[in-house]
Each structure stands twice: as C-alpha cells, then as structure tokens.
C-alpha cells in the first residue's frame, strides 16, 4: 500500500457480484474508507479489470453465474497472488468455500448477511497483513542484494581488505539490522491489529498493552527463546479478539456475573480467535497460544479441557497475566481487586486454575524481582488479623467477605480496632488478609509489636 498520504486512497479494492444491489451495498459500507472502489457484475468482467488496474484485495460473491467466486479467486491465486482474496458466502455454500479455500488459498470468508463493522474490520486487517507482507518482501530483496554485494567483496578481498574493512563492518551492521526488522515486522503488525481491536472496547476494557508488557517482562527475565517470546507477544496483543462479535451489554459485564446464554458465548472467545487468526500463517502458533489460555491445571477449563503440562506453556503464561490484569479491572468480578488482592487470589487458586510452579514464578517476578512490572509497592506488606498492631496505617480497603467496605485505606489501626476486626472475622468464618504500610524509618514492622 506504500506510506500514507492525507490525500487520495491507500488501497485499490475490486468488488465483483452479479447484483447490483449487493455491490451499492458494499460500497455503501466501505463510502467512508480511503480506498479507490471499481466493480465487476462477472468473474470475466473481474478478470479484464484485474488485467487493466493494479488491484490490492477482491471481494467476490461465492454464487454467480458463469463462472463462481471460488473458481474466479482460483485464477486471482494464480495469476495476481499478490492480490488478497476474500469471499462472501451464505451459510449454504459450503462446497464453494470448501473450494475456494483449497484452490483460491482465500483470506477470509464472510457470511451473509455480514455485519458492517465487521466486514469494515477484516478489509482493514486484510490491507494491513498485506502491507506488512510487501515490507517483508522489500526486506528480502535487501538482504540479498547485501549479500551479493558482500559476495562480490569477498572475491577481491585480498587486494582490498584494508580499504573495505570498514565498509564491510558497514554492510554486516545494515544486514543485523535487516534481519532484526525481518523478525520483528510479523510481531509489529499484531501489535497494530490490537489498536484496531482496541476501538471495539470501553478504555477501561483495552488491557492487550498491559498483557503484552507483561509476558514481554516474563520472557526478558527468564530469557525465554525468541520464538517463544515472538509468538506469546502476539498472543498477548490479540487474546481477545474472538470478543469482537459481542454486543456491548456482554463486553460490559463482569464474567463472574454471566448468564447461561451469556456464559456460553464467553466460553467460546478462545476458539473464535484462534479461527479468526487461521488464514496468517505467521501468527498461527499465537493463535494456539490464544486457544488454549482459557484451560485450567485441573482439566476443567476450555475449549478442550486440556489438564496440566497438556496445556502449552504459553497458554498457561498467558493465562496468568490476563486474569492479573482483568481482575484488577473487574472484568472478572464485580468488584475490582487492587494489585495485591488479585496476586493473593491467584495464589489461592494455583493447582487448580494455573501452573503452581508457573503461577508461583510468576508472583515472585511481580512481587519481588521485578515489583515495578506489577507496579508494587515495597513499602505494602500483607498480614493476618492477629498480626496487626497499633499504629499501622491501612495501605489498601479492607472489604468483608460480602464485598462491604470494612475499613478505608489510610485509616490508622488500635488496639480496640483490630479487636473489633477480628471478632467479626471470627463471626463470618473467614479470614481477611490486611494490607499495610510499612514505617517510613529504618525500623521493621517489630516497631509497630508485629511479631
């Protein structure tokens, strides 16, 4: 598509349907976008236009007659494969999706009667992947005409090593670059398809930046491989893509408080994404990683209920940054959980939801070895009700069982205070775990009289 300009289209898209109503339809939807339209009421009457314009996308009816859609993006595949391929097909056209994916090796389908956003949506992913493909490509043809460069200083390198040396370290430099882009363009085009993800949520639901920090900080502080830390970033900047479809009432509602509908159609983001992501080839494996990052150790989490080591390693890590981040923004319970809160839940249920050599790596890294990835707070130390003194100073709110506000953070603890708190521990049955902050001196917590 080349840089964009604040003028003129970034894209030549070709629709093509033998009914002139669809094709107003289609324009209608895409008035707005900055791409140049031309139409084809035919697979010849495409082909011809194919032949005269340099087309970026096609967009084809899968019934037509003559020649069908499956059998026109055949040739499209054939003889422009550059030229991405989509295809918009009713629910009873399986055999021509079926074909057009094998032989066409299409983009994406879309089925009738689409969703306009959506459909809006996967032309601008489509335009993009393909943006991102011809960078590749450039980056290829630089690298090898690097190399041969390098090929032909080899030849007379013995008649002109003294004056070359520099301009070889020069080229070796262009070609680590080179490379380094190569392997990182696949990686910067999902975190580009996450801000478009992003536009569908609510800013206090937009969490992929925060996910992605944190299995990039995981993967840097245990030197996970490149490979691995490639596809867990991509995985962290699309986990929720398959929430795209949802209506706002759904996207708005903590998962904790779904009902039976609603509860299915959660269940079934995971496996959504990952099709969503089948056609790119690159980002296949994160699509895995996506698929996956639902399941639970004990065998009981979805879409497959995969149990234990079963589950990919980077499903589980992504497991655990996602439920750090959404319960912080409560998007799992009513009630949002402060950093603390939500570490300690996750403690809790490590054996049964995570990884428990996993979940307890990955607490340490936020608590104790890189606190400011989780953005602690070193002066904020966790204790029993029978461990509290006077004179602490409450660092978070203190909330009953029942979700009640018991206590407000900055309130000074005494003596009859904590006795109060743990008589009406005892009379819930519970047991509360009471933030507080640690004196600003030298001193420990045994000044307060902690134990």
Request: aromatic content about 6%; proline content about 3%; hydrophobic content about 40%.
């Amino acid at each position: 598509m080349g840089a964009e300009r604040d003028e003129g289209p970034i894209a030549t898209v070709l629709l093509v349907d033998d009914e002139e109503n669809i094709l107003s339809s289609v324009r209608r939807v895409l008035r707005n976008e900055r791409y140049r339209l031309i139409a084809a009421t035919s697979g010849a009457m495409a082909l011809e236009l194919l032949e005269q314009h340099e087309v970026d996308l096609i967009v084809s009816d899968a019934r037509m007659p003559g020649m069908d859609g499956a059998t026109l993006l055949a040739q499209v595949q054939q003889r422009w494969p550059e030229c991405l391929r989509i295809l918009l097909t009713g629910y009873a056209d399986i055999t021509t999706t079926i074909k057009a994916i094998n032989e066409g090796q299409i983009y994406r389908y879309i089925s009738k009667p689409w969703d306009d956003d959506e459909l809006r949506l996967i032309i601008r992913q489509a335009l993009a992947f393909q943006y991102s493909e011809r960078e590749r490509q450039r980056l290829e043809q630089l690298t090898r005409a690097q190399n041969a460069h390098l090929q032909e200083l080899n030849e007379t390198l013995e008649r002109r090593v003294s004056a070359r040396t520099a301009e070889l370290e020069e080229t070796a430099s262009m070609l680590d670059v080179a490379y380094a882009e190569l392997r990182r363009s696949y990686v910067t085009a999902t975190e580009v398809f996450a801000n478009l993800v992003n536009q569908r949520f609510s800013k206090d639901r937009q969490t992929n930046a925060q996910v992605v920090a944190l299995v990039k900080g995981y993967a840097e502080h245990y030197q996970l491989d490149e490979r691995t830390s490639n596809n867990l970033a991509m995985a962290a900047a699309l986990y929720n893509i398959g929430k795209l479809t949802w209506d706002d009432q759904l996207l708005a509602r903590p998962s904790d408080l779904l009902f039976k509908e609603e509860r299915t159609r959660y269940r079934k983001y995971p496996e959504l994404g990952e099709n969503l992501l089948m056609a790119l080839e690159p980002v296949q494996d994160a699509g895995r990683l996506i698929r996956h990052h639902q399941e639970r150790w004990d065998g009981h989490g979805f879409p497959d209920r995969l149990e234990g080591e079963a589950i990919p390693f980077g499903s589980r890590l992504l497991r655990l940054c996602v439920d750090f981040i959404e319960l912080q923004r409560g998007m799992f319970l009513e009630r949002r959980l402060n950093r603390d809160e939500a570490l300690l839940l996750m403690k809790k249920y490590e054996g049964r939801l995570y990884d428990p050599k996993l979940c307890e790596r990955f607490i340490e890294l936020c608590t104790t070895l890189a606190p400011d990835l989780a953005l602690a707070d070193a002066s904020i130390t966790a204790l029993d009700t029978r461990r509290l003194s006077a004179g602490m100073i409450l660092a978070r709110n203190l909330h009953a069982t029942n979700g009640m506000l018991l206590l407000n953070e900055g309130k000074q603890l005494t003596l009859p205070l904590i006795s109060k708190l743990i008589a009406f521990e005892a009379s819930e049955g519970g047991s509360y775990t009471v933030f507080v902050r640690k004196p600003e001196s030298d001193k420990t917590l045994q000044s307060y009289g902690a134990p």
